[in-house]
């Protein structure tokens, strides 16, 4: 059975030609292990962006849904921004590591001083080798990455961007309200949408990438020009 919707083509970027052109910055699996899967996951992630943008962008869409794309469009592009600074880290050899890791854990006897309830801890720790890679936040992640210059951006403004859409980010957990005004409706108007695209683009036009003229085309959806900001 077909609904009317199943009948409208949407047009979108192509995922064959994202994988080509991220191909460019992870060329085998030297630095990631299952290489093809990582590129991928991100082009599905710029083809979902496309259309999340095409929502946003359609004349009719409704106020409230245009705040909740604008969101999903900042989560979305975040984890792209993530990955990239990942994948930059590991590859300079400035991924956090560690020799030791917790074999297990003991729980003292609660005991009472300086009028206070207080208990120690055992935590038994292992060395292992060779040394394995620890997870990295993304806010280590792009400090790492602007301290060393490991993306050669010309631009440092990114990086400020960049942490202010990191607050944004965490705004998927919508119980954690601090304010009668702290909601979505607020927050996600276009702006934080335009300032995520400028990020994009200028990480896919470092040396890292070495975008050609053809790739510009590719990318194109990602034009910041076509957002509008609601509020």
Not at 14 to 33: G, I, K, M, N, Q
Request: hydrophobic content about 40%.
């Amino acid at each position: 059975m077909t609904y009317p919707a199943d009948e409208v083509e949407e047009k979108l970027v192509d995922v064959p030609e994202l994988f080509l052109f991220l191909r460019r910055a992870v060329p085998d699996a030297t630095v990631v292990t299952h290489d093809r899967a990582f590129i991928n996951n991100i082009a599905f992630a710029l083809q979902y962006l496309d259309h999340l943008l095409q929502t946003i962008a359609a004349p009719d869409v409704r106020i409230t849904i245009h705040s909740q794309t604008c969101k999903s469009i900042v989560m979305c592009g975040m984890g792209i921004v993530e990955a990239i600074l990942w994948f930059g880290v590991k590859k300079a050899g400035q991924a956090n590591t560690s020799s030791w890791q917790e074999s297990s854990k003991q729980t003292g006897t609660p005991f009472d001083r300086f009028g206070k309830r207080l208990r120690i801890d055992s935590i038994l720790m292992e060395e292992v080798s060779p040394p394995q890679h620890e997870e990295m936040t993304l806010d280590t992640l792009i400090k790492k990455v602007e301290s060393r210059g490991l993306l050669g951006l010309s631009d440092h403004r990114v990086y400020g961007t960049l942490k202010a859409l990191r607050q944004l980010r965490n705004r998927v957990h919508i119980h954690d309200v601090g304010t009668a005004d702290d909601t979505d409706w607020y927050k996600f108007t276009g702006r934080e949408v335009v300032m995520l695209l400028n990020c994009l683009n200028a990480i896919f036009s470092t040396n890292l990438f070495n975008p050609e003229p053809h790739h510009i085309d590719l990318l194109s959806f990602l034009d910041p020009v076509r957002v509008e900001r609601k509020r």
